[in-house]
């Protein structure tokens, strides 16, 4: 258990949590019936004819349910200085650290603040996580469970993501012997500093040898802030160079360097499955801690088994957070053909049920209404009901609902692209080879239409290996309208790109150009025509493109 600290009490949090999770269907009425009095005055509701009525009923019939396309006229209109309440971030105050009671000490943590930019209207825009990093509740929060960043404020919020990496680094490393834990809010990250890591590794021995911090950083306001914590320290260098030379491959890489470390925190399930071998190849003996499942809107469960295993992770549902509701999905054929856009509905959809009256083993949507967000949002993520804790129930999270893949009567989602590409990132063992990142793009200028996965890869593989990786791929995605498909040629092979190293890393930066936040950024997994900035990115990279001999 958590020690009790100052403004934090470990043990309250988990009494509270047990009571909240004992009565969660009352409870849901209670946090509906506030939810809807606290914004009782907005318009939005005004309109819905819900005539001051809070309960369950009255809500389902009067409110629509919405995406976030129907949310952008009004997010529009707040921009343009409409003062409606909107979408917020809450402070995180997460029970899954339980497992795993950490001393006195700090964070190594990568994390990123995004722009913050006045809108037409005057408001201050930012991300979820970046108003929750702002928020002096967070950081009393972290302060009391010992869980500050190594880096001072100034390398969180420079806006140059490479400058911050290279100091989150060089902090953790200066004060590795305290560090309790490796945290960033998606493991993809983590994965990518420890990349970087192997890159920069004797910069930033030199630095803490020297005690001067590299040219490369250059925003004044982290050169200042860095450099004050910064003293030549060649003990600490040599100690840190043997340890690299003696790693093989960076196995371990974290323990290693960070002794006194016990865990790895992030959010490790959906799309980020993909990047949990290379994260366990660095963290060797350390558990990953799988954090919990969240959204700009709200937060939506704790993970309060955090010594199992990120893939069989499981969120049980805050029932006092937010108002939730499920769309049984009882079958893929309820999946909708949707082409990235969730808004689209070409099938009749069963009626969303409350939280207490899921099953156990059936899959659903999530739609979430908060304190933030009155309106009743779909999340677009589909869950399985793991199973409850006392009346609230434990949401494995699946994939996102929308079919990414999809040429005719085939449907393949993100983890049916996920599953193909581990499978055949398995023949680029015996080259030492590692796909580092991937997506894919349905091309339908070639007559029939055609699957398209782009890889990059760490390093050259032979032409006859990515050729069996490329037939893999496509005999891997099983779905029966795909399989039928290839066989009477309605779809052409699947096409293999192999894209220059650092492509992925363009992508983001393109993304981080746009305003999106760096800690929230989520490899897109299909990259539609609409999206004509990103594919060129891609079409532009391309070393080598295969076609698959399969179903010839
Ligand atoms: P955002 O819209 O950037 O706030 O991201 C919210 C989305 O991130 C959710 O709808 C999920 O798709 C994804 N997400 C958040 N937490 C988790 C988690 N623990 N596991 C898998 N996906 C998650």
Known sequence: MLEKVKGFNGDRVIEEFEALTKEAERVQRETLQRILEENGAAEYLQNLGLGGKTDPDSFKACVPLVTHKDLEPYIQRIAD????????????????????????????????????????????????????????????????????????????????????????????????????????????????????????????????????????ITIP???????????????????????????????????????????????????????????????????????????????????????????????????????????????????????????????????????????????????????????RYRLGDVVKIAGFHNSTPKLQFVHRRNLILTVNIDKNTEKDLQLAVEEASKLLAVEKVEVLDFTSHVDMSTDPGHYVIFWELSSNAREEVLSNCCDCLDRAFIDAGYVGSRKVRAIGPLELRIVNSGTFHKILEHYVSLGAALNQFKTPRCVGLSNCSVLQILNSSVLKSIFSNAYC
Not at 235 to 258: F, H, M, R
Request: include cysteine; charge should be negative.
């Open 81 to 216: 200085g409409d003062a409606l309440p909107i979408l917020t971030g809450r402070p995180i105050k997460s029970i899954s650290l339980r497992a795993h009671p950490i001393g006195n000490g700090k964070a190594l943590q990568f994390i990123y603040s995004s722009k913050q930019f006045r809108t037409k209207g005057g408001l201050l825009a930012t991300t979820a996580t970046t108003n929750v990093y702002l928020s002096q509740s967070y950081r009393n929060t972290m302060k009391d469970i010992q869980s500050q960043c190594c880096s001072p404020e100034e390398v969180i919020f420079s806006l140059d993501y490479n400058q911050s990496l290279y100091c989150h680094l060089l902090c953790g490393l200066i004060c590795s012997e305290e560090v309790q834990f490796v945290f960033s809010t998606f493991a993809h990250s983590i994965v990518h500093a420890f990349r970087t890591f192997e890159q920069v590794w004797e910069d930033l021995c030199c630095d803490i040898r020297e005690g001067v911090l590299s040219s490369r």
């Open 221 to 375: 306001s982290i050169r200042s802030a860095v450099s004050r914590l910064l003293r030549p320290n060649p003990q600490l260098a040599d100690t840190i160079y043997s340890k690299c030379v003696s790693l093989s491959s960076w196995y371990g890489l974290i323990p290693e360097l960070w002794p006194n470390a016990k865990y790895v925190y992030g959010i490790m399930t959906g799309s980020m499955e993909p990047y949990l071998s290379k994260l366990r190849h660095y963290a060797a003996n350390l558990p990953l801690m799988s954090a919990d499942y969240g959204s700009s809107e709200g937060w939506i469960g704790a993970n309060i088994d955090p010594e199992e295993p990120p893939e069989s992770a499981t969120f049980t549902v805050l029932p006092n957070i937010g108002y939730f509701e499920f769309i049984p999905l009882k079958e893929r054929g309820h999946e909708q053909k949707v082409e990235n856009c969730a808004s689209i509905i070409r099938h009749r959809e069963p009626e969303p049920i409350g939280l207490t009256e899921v099953n156990v083993g059936e899959e659903y949507e999530v739609i979430i209404t908060t304190f933030a967000g009155l309106y």
